[in-house]
C-alpha cells in the first residue's frame, strides 16, 4: 500500500542535509551553550584592549572585594583597572592584589578610612498610572458612595 500525501516529497529525500552545514550549525550552537558566544574583545583606537567578558570581569572583583571585606576605597582604582584590561592573567593578578590589600587592612586600619555610609533615598510613594494611592482611594470612595445611592433606589 503507498500513501500519498499533499505535500512534495523531492525535498525530504536528505534528511540531514549538507553534512559541512550540519556540523557547522551543531558547532555554533554548541559553542554558545558552553561559553564560547562572548565576544573575546579586541584593541581600540588608542591601543588599549577591551575585553569581551568585561562584566565578567568586574563581577569577579567585585566577589572578592566583598569576600575580603573590601570596599572601594581601599582599592588603587588605576591598578585594578590595568588588571581589568589585560588580556591575560587578569584573574590571578586581582586575586593577588585583594589579597594583599585585605591583609595589609587587617595589619593597618589606620591607613584606611572607614567607609562612609551612604543614606539611600526615600522610596517615592506607590502609584498607579497618574494616580497615587491617596487620588485612588478617594475615588474608590466615591464609586462606592454612588453604587449605594443608586442602589438604594432600586429597592424602593
Avoid: H
Avoid at 578610612?113 to 482611594?137: H, Q
Amino acid at each position: 500500500m503507498r500513501i500519498v500525501t499533499l505535500r512534495d516529497n523531492a525535498n525530504y529525500n536528505n534528511r540531514l542535509g549538507d553534512p559541512v552545514t550540519t556540523v557547522l550549525g551543531l558547532f555554533s550552537a554548541l559553542s554558545s551553550i558552553f561559553g564560547g558566544g562572548e565576544s573575546k574583545g579586541g584593541y581600540d583606537s588608542t591601543g588599549r584592549f577591551i575585553p569581551g567578558d568585561i562584566n565578567n570581569r568586574l563581577n569577579f572583583l567585585s566577589q572578592r572585594m566583598a569576600a575580603n571585606g573590601l570596599t572601594i576605597g581601599d582599592i588603587d582604582k588605576n591598578l585594578v583597572d590595568s588588571f581589568i584590561y589585560s588580556p591575560s592573567g587578569w584573574q590571578g593578578n586581582i586575586d593577588n592584589y585583594v589579597y594583599q590589600v585585605a591583609a595589609d587592612k587587617k595589619a593597618n586600619p589606620q591607613k584606611y578610612p572607614l567607609t562612609p555610609t551612604v543614606t539611600p533615598a526615600p522610596a517615592p510613594a506607590p502609584s498607579l498610572g497618574g494616580f497615587d494611592i491617596s487620588s485612588l482611594l478617594l475615588v474608590g470612595a466615591g464609586v462606592f458612595l454612588v453604587a449605594q445611592i443608586l442602589g438604594s433606589k432600586k429597592r424602593r
